[in-house]
């Protein structure tokens, strides 16, 4: 790093501006790119932030692709400044130091390290195979879904955690509609659920890891609606990483629209949010 670099106005942009630009582009188009050390990153993570530590930026730049815009943060917005003048030193025409850092940032949050919930997939599935862990993770979630409805005291709770299984089962469904219209010699739908791999839901994690996760009020609808966008922001997180992993031209792209309707299903539970707040005031 050239000293004078330290010194190169860095472009900078604050947590509504990033929101906005991680909302607006679609998953690929945008790299989020969060420099902090593992322990960091694995406490609290921008959903889909790509991990390399300041340290090792410089090394690692081709893992980067310099055609895109990237926002870059750390904790407070230090180690991302020098980061970000370190992207444009090399060819980076739009990297943007999050002002205020991860301690600024007011959306969802991933947790978990690199590693966190790809153990699902072995790296050496097809298409086909990732459209069946893709079709158990949605129906590991409805499950639970399911199983809090049951246990939900307060009818209005009850009635919103029948409505977030009624969204997954639609989530099914357009995952076995891809996997009917890609499949060589496709299987019936019940043969397809069949293989389905039990125990997991959406973000890669057990029910037992997200009960442990949270402390949920069970008669709370914003509670559960908070609970919700968690878990959704944990799969987009865990689809953005997979498709990083995997580099393949059918799978990526895959993995990449799942990424983007998790984007969308986060957007209509704040709507939720917002009715049940208007409801409640």
């Given at each position: 790093?050239?000293?004078k670099?330290?010194?190169?106005?860095?472009?900078?942009?604050?947590?509504?501006?990033?929101?906005?630009?991680?909302?607006?582009?679609?998953?690929?188009?945008?790299?989020?790119?969060?420099?902090?050390?593992?322990?960091?990153?694995?406490?609290?993570?921008?959903?889909?932030?790509?991990?390399?530590?300041?340290?090792?930026?410089e090394?690692r730049?081709?893992?980067?692709?310099a055609?895109?815009?990237?926002?870059v943060?750390?904790?407070?917005?230090?180690?991302?400044?020098?980061?970000?003048?370190?992207?444009?030193?090399?060819?980076?025409?739009?990297?943007?130091?999050?002002k205020?850092g991860?301690?600024?940032?007011?959306?969802?949050?991933?947790?978990?390290?690199?590693?966190?919930?790809?153990?699902?997939?072995?790296?050496?599935?097809?298409?086909?195979?990732?459209?069946?862990?893709?079709?158990?993770?949605?129906?590991?979630?409805?499950?639970?879904?399911?199983?809090?409805?049951?246990?939900?005291?307060?009818?209005?709770?009850?009635?919103?955690?029948?409505?977030?299984?009624?969204?997954?089962?639609?989530?099914?469904?357009?995952?076995?509609?891809?996997?009917?219209?890609?499949?060589?010699?496709?299987?019936d739908?019940?043969?397809?659920e069949?293989?389905?791999?039990?125990?997991?839901?959406?973000?890669?994690?057990?029910?037992?890891?997200?009960?442990?996760?949270?402390?949920?009020?069970?008669?709370?609808?914003?509670?559960?609606?908070?609970m919700?966008?968690?878990?959704?922001?944990?799969?987009?997180d865990?689809?953005?990483?997979?498709?990083?992993?995997?580099?393949?031209?059918?799978?990526?792209?895959?993995?990449?629209?799942?990424?983007?309707?998790?984007?969308?299903?986060?957007?209509?539970?704040?709507?939720?949010?917002?009715?049940?707040?208007?409801?409640?005031?």
């Amino acid at each position: 790093m050239r000293w004078k670099q330290l010194f190169l106005p860095a472009q900078t942009i604050d947590t509504e501006q990033a929101a906005k630009m991680m909302e607006q582009s679609g998953s690929g188009e945008l790299e989020i790119l969060d420099v902090r050390q593992p322990r960091e990153y694995e406490q609290g993570h921008l959903p889909g932030a790509k991990l390399i530590p300041l340290p090792e930026l410089e090394k690692r730049l081709s893992e980067l692709d310099a055609d895109k815009p990237h926002i870059v943060y750390c904790a407070s917005g230090g180690r991302s400044r020098v980061a970000a003048q370190t992207l444009a030193d090399h060819g980076f025409g739009r990297a943007y130091n999050l002002k205020g850092g991860f301690k600024a940032w007011q959306g969802r949050a991933a947790v978990g390290s690199e590693e966190t919930g790809m153990h699902v997939f072995s790296g050496e599935e097809t298409l086909e195979d990732i459209l069946v862990i893709a079709y158990s993770l949605e129906q590991g979630l409805q499950d639970f879904y399911g199983l809090m409805a049951e246990r939900a005291g307060e009818e209005k709770a009850k009635e919103l955690f029948e409505l977030l299984a009624e969204i997954e089962d639609k989530h099914k469904d357009r995952i076995f509609e891809e996997y009917s219209s890609s499949a060589s010699s496709p299987l019936d739908r019940d043969e397809f659920e069949n293989q389905a791999v039990a125990g997991f839901m959406e973000g890669g994690m057990t029910t037992e890891e997200y009960f442990h996760h949270f402390q949920l009020d069970m008669d709370s609808r914003p509670d559960i609606l908070d609970m919700a966008m968690t878990i959704e922001a944990q799969a987009l997180d865990l689809y953005r990483r997979a498709a990083d992993r995997f580099q393949d031209k059918e799978i990526t792209p895959f993995f990449l629209r799942l990424s983007d309707e998790e984007k969308e299903h986060l957007r209509r539970l704040g709507q939720f949010m917002e009715e049940i707040a208007g409801d409640e005031a």
